[in-house]
């Protein structure tokens, strides 16, 4: 008799050490379905282009992604995300008033430079010098920012190439802060062999995707369609937002809340746009059209065909167990495991008509009590079937397709003498086992 208890309690053991081992190999079974199809051809008049849906970083369509071009103005949005930065990381505030320097009047002078007209002698808070920045695309409140977080444009730039390093950002080079050439600043002109800001599609994408991620309420000041500046003085005056795709504006589409264009002779006409419709954000960037409109009209090619075609589609609700991995092992517990749930929804995007095949893979982090309800423990990814980290606007979005796996419940530390015990347990269980396999 006890030859056969000590057997089932070894048969138990097996069956709990499988279980472990099978979710830190990670593999469950696939969902049957069809793979997303390849992107169509929507011929782009465009040097450059490319269609993210934001949430998944899956590239929905592409033309040449990774071509360092000149990116003009669009170099604002890492301004605007690095003022956005110093401002979360109390370096500035909102309210801080900045005086109009030297540079930031000259850069106002300049004839066919996009700006607020600073003069000398005035004063405007970070927050009224953002807006004109972003709104549109004020050369002279960018460059006033720039030496309000880095003391002078040439340090800014350090930042922003920085920055770009730490975003994964390969194929862009910044020398000014605002896109302007650098050899046409006059007296603040940059001595070097790169005189344009340099960009891929793809990074752009890039850099779009981490202001909206990191810091939404940057959308705030882009969607707006009208500027006013130097309000209830009697030069105050209103701009048009140079995003033509926003509400009341010639080019609008429905959903657009963003982001920023550009033009130089170098650059043409360039586009990074973000449009939202059934909770799906995508971001699209349309580099070296040939006219203001055309690079509207590109996008709404690329916005179309996203729309038209693509949904995020829930693969999981939230707080739901994973079959087959419904528990995870837990050291020094009062329960030796703990019920383990989603810590969101798994969405993932598919081609409208069609549905995708998915393997799920479930890994576990090395667990010891006490562990609080709601606590990440794990990790569920979902890799769809045949694609490869070129289908994704960076490499690391392809293995983090998934969502937080969490603690469905609390489970206390154990007592000295409960581990005691247990311990003495085990000892004797793995004695049975090496004498039962002789």
């Known amino acids: 008799m006890k030859r056969k208890t000590w057997t089932k309690r070894l048969t138990g053991l097996f069956l709990s050490v499988a279980v472990f081992a099978a979710a830190m190999g990670g593999t469950v079974s696939k969902v049957e379905a069809a793979p997303v199809a390849s992107q169509a051809n929507l011929q782009l008049e465009a040097k450059s282009a490319i269609l993210v849906e934001a949430s998944t970083g899956r590239v929905l369509y592409s033309k040449d992604p990774d071509v360092a071009l000149p990116v003009a103005s669009m170099s604002k949005i890492m301004s605007e995300y690095l003022v956005q930065e110093a401002i979360k990381q109390k370096k500035i505030k909102w309210d801080d008033v900045v005086p109009v320097s030297e540079y930031a009047f000259y850069i106002a002078k300049i004839s066919d430079s996009s700006g607020v007209y600073l003069n000398l002698g005035e004063s405007f808070t970070v927050k009224q010098l953002y807006e004109a920045m972003a709104i549109v695309s004020a050369n002279d409140a960018t460059v006033l920012l720039a030496e309000k977080i880095a003391g002078s444009e040439p340090a800014f730039v350090e930042l922003m190439n920085k920055k770009a390093a730490e975003l994964g950002m390969k194929n862009t080079s910044f020398v000014t802060s605002t896109g302007l050439p650098a050899n046409e600043l006059g007296p603040y002109s940059v001595q070097t062999e790169q005189t344009e800001n340099l960009m891929s599609a793809r990074d752009s994408a890039i850099l779009a995707r981490a202001l909206i991620h990191d810091f939404p309420d940057a959308l705030e000041a882009s969607k707006k369609p009208i500027f006013s500046f130097r309000t209830g003085t009697s030069n105050e005056w209103s701009k048009k937002n140079y995003n033509w795709m926003l509400p009341s504006l010639i080019s609008y589409y429905p959903g657009v809340d963003g982001l920023k264009t550009g033009h130089t002779n170098a650059a043409g006409y360039c586009f990074t746009g973000t449009a939202v419709r059934d909770n799906m954000r995508l971001i699209s960037v349309v580099m070296n059209a040939s006219t203001e409109t055309k690079r509207f009209a590109e996008t709404r090619k690329l916005f179309d065909y996203g729309f038209g075609n693509f949904k995020l589609t829930k693969q999981m609700d939230k707080n739901v167990p994973v079959k087959g991995f419904e528990t995870a ?35 576990f982090q090395e667990l010891t009590a006490p562990i609080t309800q709601g606590q990440v423990v794990g990790k569920i990814v979902l890799k769809e079937e045949g694609t490869k980290e070129s289908d994704f606007l960076q490499p690391e979005d392809a293995a983090k397709a998934g969502v937080d796996i969490v603690a469905g419940q609390a489970v206390e530390e154990a007592s000295w003498i409960r581990l005691f015990f247990r311990s003495i347990i085990e000892f004797f269980s793995n004695l049975f086992s090496s004498g039962t396999g002789n």
Do not use: D, H, L, R
């Not at 929804?345 to 893979?361: D, F, H, L, Q, S």
């Open 329 to 363: 092992p837990v050291k020094n517990g009062v329960e030796v495991t703990v019920p383990v749930v989603t810590g969101s929804e798994v969405n993932m995007i598919t081609k409208t008509g069609t549905e995708a095949k998915y393997t799920p893979t479930v890994t």
